[in-house]
T-cell receptor, first 111, second 111 residues
């Protein structure tokens, strides 16, 4: 059974800092890995999707990497801003169309 | 495009009552999903559909039924609500193996 773990569970940083969020998964037979953002009381917004054949994806200040063999992904946020404060969720897609989610990292960026 | 929409946004039920949650998508996606999100448990897949007229069980299907009579709609039913079904319910859609798009969620309380 696929299990996804995100570390740390919560992170507080000053504005302008670069930061890394970690995601690990137990079964390397994945189709893709997706990073989401969730604001309090809201739905999920897709940030980046990395196909299993890819190593990384970039969007603006965000960069996600994938090392399938070791079962790890990182989300790098450059020059963090207070507007980046949210919960970040990692999810892996395996056979049967299923997404398995981690419990998320709650990020607070202090002005 | 509205993307993925969910109806209703909030609902309070008494134990034993029934209700149906409606999910609609206008992206012509084949795949649709229902998840529930609970504190400390993350998002878990309830049921999903790989096309019109098809449904399949996810990780936590007990107590729920689903129907996909039209490609754009995916209904989640609770026949006899229980307090354990108090949760936030999210619908998502995708064209496998691409990213899943999520609706804004339905907050359900069962008393």
């Amino acid at each position: 059974k696929q299990e996804v773990t995100q570390i740390p569970a919560a992170l507080s940083v000053p504005e302008g800092e670069n930061l890394v969020l970690n995601c690990s998964f137990t079964d390397s037979a994945i189709y893709n890995l997706q990073w989401f953002r969730q604001d309090p009381g809201k739905g999920l917004t897709s940030l980046l999707l990395i196909q299993s054949s890819q190593r990384e994806q970039t969007s603006g200040r965000l960069n996600a990497s994938l090392d399938k063999s070791s079962g790890r992904s990182t989300l790098y946020i450059a020059a963090s801003q207070p507007g980046d404060s949210a919960t970040y969720l990692c999810a892996v897609q395996t056979s049967g169309s299923r997404l398995t989610f981690g419990e998320g990292t709650q990020l607070t960026v202090n002005p | 495009n509205a993307g993925v929409t969910q109806t209703p946004k909030f609902r309070v039920l008494k134990t034993g009552q029934s209700m149906t949650l409606l999910c609609a998508q206008d992206m012509n996606h084949e795949y649709m999903y229902w998840y529930r999100q609970d504190p400390g448990m993350g998002l878990r897949l309830i049921h999903y559909s790989v096309g019109e007229g098809t449904t399949a069980k996810g990780e936590v299907p007990d107590g729920y039924n689903v129907s996909r009579l039209k490609k754009q709609n995916f209904l989640l039913g609770l026949e006899s609500a229980a307090p354990s079904q108090t949760s936030v319910y999210f619908c998502a859609s995708s064209s496998l193996p691409y990213e899943q798009y999520f609706g804004p969620g339905t907050r359900l309380t069962v008393t």
